[in-house]
């Protein structure tokens, strides 16, 4: 849900002017900046975290991808990016998708909506998710 909510505070502030790029740029470095302290405190190694984190930041490019091109096209490829890489492992019931597909657009357009000077001043929320059932992971 983190890399959801980069993803949509990131794609808002795409063709903005360059304050805002710049502050896309320190929001992402923030981001992976606490997930390499995350995995020390776990107890990740410091000869691993580099590749932990570099492998981290491929599959959140990747991510940004899936979803832009899901924003873009209809509901079925966003659903197959959801499943993809909201899910993962865990199998999603088409309701969950067709939930999570209505919360991706939706806070997309609030937040397109937003001005940007509101955004710079750090003024961001999100609504709510949907609440979904929990489910077990898909077996191997």
Do not use: W
């Amino acid at each position: 849900m983190i890399c959801l909510h980069a993803f949509l505070f990131l794609h808002r502030l795409k063709g903005e002017t360059a304050p805002a790029a710049e502050l896309g740029q320190r929001v992402f470095d923030a981001m992976f900046a606490d997930f390499d302290r995350s995995l020390r405190e776990m107890g990740t190694g410091d000869l691993s975290v580099g590749r932990q984190v570099k492998r981290m930041a491929q599959a959140f490019y990747g991510r940004i991808d899936a979803y832009e091109r899901g924003l873009t096209a209809g509901d079925g490829v966003l659903k197959q990016a959801l499943a993809r890489n909201l899910f993962g492992t865990v199998s999603a019931e088409e309701a969950a998708l067709d939930a999570m597909a209505r919360y991706l657009r939706r806070e997309a357009r609030r937040l397109g909506e937003q001005p940007i000077a509101r955004l710079m001043a750090g003024e961001i929320s999100f609504d709510d998710p949907p609440v979904l059932p929990a489910r077990q992971a898909a077996s191997a």
